[in-house]
């Protein structure tokens, strides 16, 4: 499997073409389950570029190759390795990555993600920002990170803090997977298509005329669309909304502890498997990403994050545990929530000396 940072690789992973008005975007790495590597960051950035100036093009639409989803995520062992070889390949990724996301946010075409199989960290980043997000029955939507001493990034303080509600803040804590319906409650999605209608939806789409409009786009995204059932986090609304309705780490847990009921006991008991550092971390990024003016903000912030993740043990047991060993028994430093002190979490919000944006503050995005 190639390296995310080798230059051998470009090209070959993202297919790039033009069909009829339509500009499309291939992730090809599906043995990876499509991973990210800078060469794709790269050649997606390109792609985007080229389209926009194309007057031909009417919209862009991003998929994934294979079965078995649009995008797993980073390529976290060959982070794992440039960070534990001290090289700023890592930091380079993520700066380009977030780059990236913010980009898709500000895309002015019509910018389609397919959904479908797993979407997770890096494949949130490029998916959830379009303005036509399109779930499908397979779709398995997740933040993970906390299970690996990590946190949810790509903006995850953004895009969760959007609703009025903890949805959020369970996303981000307990990284559950969530289903179609899920991912559309939480607005991380706009519409579900049966994936036996995606051939169709996609083939319909580059007969739209030049100078078509996002409402043409989403009225034949509608034409193939279904009404997705009721899911986990509807059903849970509100016990989520009064159980994750705290300013810490320590509280929410004793929330879950006091209620006793099923849902609950079933989040204290994956939250039990969680970095206890990497939720507290999580948590105060959600705080902070509620107050924040823009998107680019909340990716200043989590990228200043990755720094201390890279310094970190937990990251590098969580990876071990999860993706080396394969053990699933990381052992935590430190091990108890109650251990994790204000000098840990604090180490995550040191402002780096060269920040991705000129001035996050007076920047906007909206996903």
Same mark, same amino acid.
């Given at each position: ?8 690789? =470009? ?6 073409? &033009?069909? +009829? ?5 291939? =992730?090809? &790495? ?19 570029? #080229? ?30 390795? +440039?960070?534990?070889? @001290? ?31 797993? %979407?997770? @960290?890096?494949? %949130? ?8 997000? %399109? ?10 990170? $906390?299970?690996? @001493? ?10 969760? $803090? ?6 959020? $803040? ?44 996002? #409402?043409?786009?989403?009225?034949? /995204? ?13 059903? !849970?609304? *509100?016990? /989520? ?31 039990? $498997? ?5 939720? !507290?971390?999580?948590?105060? =990024?959600? *705080? ?12 200043? &912030? ?15 047991? +969580? ?8 053990? &699933? !028994? ?8 109650? #251990? ?9 919000? *040191? ?11 007076? *920047?906007?995005? !909206?996903?």
């Amino acid at each position: 499997m190639p390296s995310i940072f080798d230059p051998a690789a =470009l090209h070959s992973e993202t297919l790039v073409e &033009r069909q +009829g008005a339509l500009g499309r975007i291939r =992730l090809n &790495r599906p043995k990876a389950l499509n991973s990210l590597t800078l060469g794709m960051v790269r050649d997606i950035e390109a792609a985007l570029d #080229d389209f926009e100036r194309d007057p031909a093009i009417v919209a862009v639409i991003v998929t994934g190759e294979g079965e078995r989803g649009l995008c797993a995520g980073g390529d976290i062992r060959a982070i794992y390795d +440039g960070g534990k070889a @001290g090289s700023d390949e890592p930091a380079t990724f993520w700066r380009e990555e977030y780059r990236l996301n913010a980009r898709i946010g500000h895309y002015w075409k019509p910018y389609i993600a397919i959904m479908d199989g797993i %979407v997770m @960290g890096g494949g %949130v980043g490029i998916s959830v920002y379009g303005s036509h997000r %399109v779930v499908t029955e397979r779709t398995r939507f997740a933040m993970p990170e $906390t299970g690996i @001493g990590f946190f949810p990034d790509i903006g995850a303080s953004w895009f969760l $803090t959007r609703q009025d509600s903890e949805l959020g $803040t369970y996303i981000a804590l307990t990284g559950e997977p969530l289903s179609a319906a899920d991912a559309i409650l939480a607005g991380l999605a706009d519409s579900l298509v049966p994936s036996d209608r995606l051939p169709a939806l996609i083939e319909a789409l580059p007969e739209l005329s030049a100078g078509g409009s996002s #409402d043409a786009v989403s009225a034949v /995204i509608e034409s193939h669309s279904a009404k997705p059932e009721s899911g986990k986090l509807e059903q !849970n609304r *509100q016990a /989520i909304d009064r159980l994750f309705a705290f300013d810490t780490v320590e509280q929410i847990m004793e929330a879950l502890q006091k209620d006793g009921g099923v849902f609950a006991q079933q989040c204290l008991a994956d939250l039990s $498997t969680k970095s206890p550092l990497s939720l !507290n971390v999580t948590l105060r =990024l959600l *705080q902070l990403g509620r107050q924040s003016p823009s998107l680019e903000a909340c990716l200043e &912030r989590e990228f200043a994050a990755t720094v201390a993740v890279l310094a970190s043990h937990d990251f590098y047991e +969580g990876v071990r545990a999860a993706v080396i060993d394969k053990d &699933r !028994n990381p052992q935590w430093r430190p091990a108890r929530l109650a #251990d994790v002190i204000d000098a840990d979490v604090a180490a995550y919000f *040191q402002p780096v000396d060269r920040p991705i944006f000129t001035d996050a503050s007076k *920047q906007g995005a !909206n996903p």
